[in-house]
T-cell receptor, first 115, second 116 residues
Framework: DAKTTQPPSMDCAEGRAANLPCNHS???????VYWYRQIHSQGPQYIIH???NNETNEMASLIITEDRKSSTLILPHATLRDTAVYYC????????????????FGQGTILTVHP | GAVVSQHPSRVICKSGTSVKIECRSL??????MFWYRQFPKQSLMLMAT?????????EQGVEKDKFLINHASLTLSTLTVTSAHPEDSSFYIC????????????FGDGTRLSIL
């Protein structure tokens, strides 16, 4: 699976948008971009994933550049409860078979939302 | 959304004890389950991958005889830490994925294992 690079930490004011960048310059055509977050002492929580189109759900938006070498997770209105470690992961998939890549966690970005 | 339940959430036991951790997918069939370990201030490290009805595949450096994994049904996997020692103290997290190609993995809330 392709390696990702994220800033180690970011701050955001409550109520503002949090934009978390991720670089995955070696991503291949059959790899998805996944975002998870981990709040202290809990298991990771799935946020969103995408292949090449921008995606939006009730939690966040995912913007993937046209060349797919980077992406940005957007939390539109950050709250204190969004303080967590955010992981950007690329995962191999095989649409026609049973072989799926592993989720390999890097160090992630520690997002701190302050009042 | 998909729910993965892990039990127990915390275990404290004496050195030499074997500890079993259960992981259940509550509302979907998990063809593949994963076990991770996380030490303080570190990221999650994958220990092993198991497919229902098959032997688990262990990551390099993980002792298969020490960390026994059973995935006997599509909703249950167990991890047994045999003859646990203080260095096995860690946060163990399971994860499950359905058979659909690009569906996300969902994680349990982890088990805090402390060996005295």
């Amino acid at each position: 699976d392709a390696k990702t690079t994220q800033p180690p930490s970011m701050d955001c004011a409550e109520g503002r948008a949090a934009n978390l960048p991720c670089n995955h310059s070696t991503i291949s055509g059959n790899e998805y971009v996944y975002w998870y977050r981990q709040i202290h002492s809990q298991g990771p929580q799935y946020i969103i994933h995408g292949l090449k189109n921008n995606e939006t759900n009730e939690m966040a938006s995912l913007i993937i550049t046209e060349d797919r070498k980077s992406s940005t997770l957007i939390l539109p209105h950050a709250t204190l409860r969004d303080t967590a470690v955010y992981y950007c992961i690329v995962r191999l998939f095989n649409a026609g078979g049973t072989s799926y890549g592993k989720l390999t966690f890097g160090q992630g970005t520690i997002l701190t939302v302050h009042p | 959304g998909a729910v993965v339940s892990q039990h127990p959430s915390r275990v404290i036991c004496k050195s030499g004890t074997s500890v079993k951790i259960e992981c259940r997918s509550l509302d979907f069939q998990a063809t593949t389950m994963f076990w991770y370990r996380q030490f303080p201030k570190q990221s999650l490290m994958l220990m092993a991958t198991s497919n229902e009805g098959s032997k688990a595949t262990y990551e390099q450096g993980v002792e298969k005889d020490k960390f026994l994994i059973n995935h006997a049904s599509l909703t249950l996997s167990t991890l047994t830490v045999t003859s646990a020692h203080p260095e096995d103290s860690s946060f163990y997290i399971c994860s499950a994925r359905s058979g659909q190609s690009n569906q996300p993995q969902h994680f349990g809330d982890g088990t805090r294992l402390s060996i005295l």
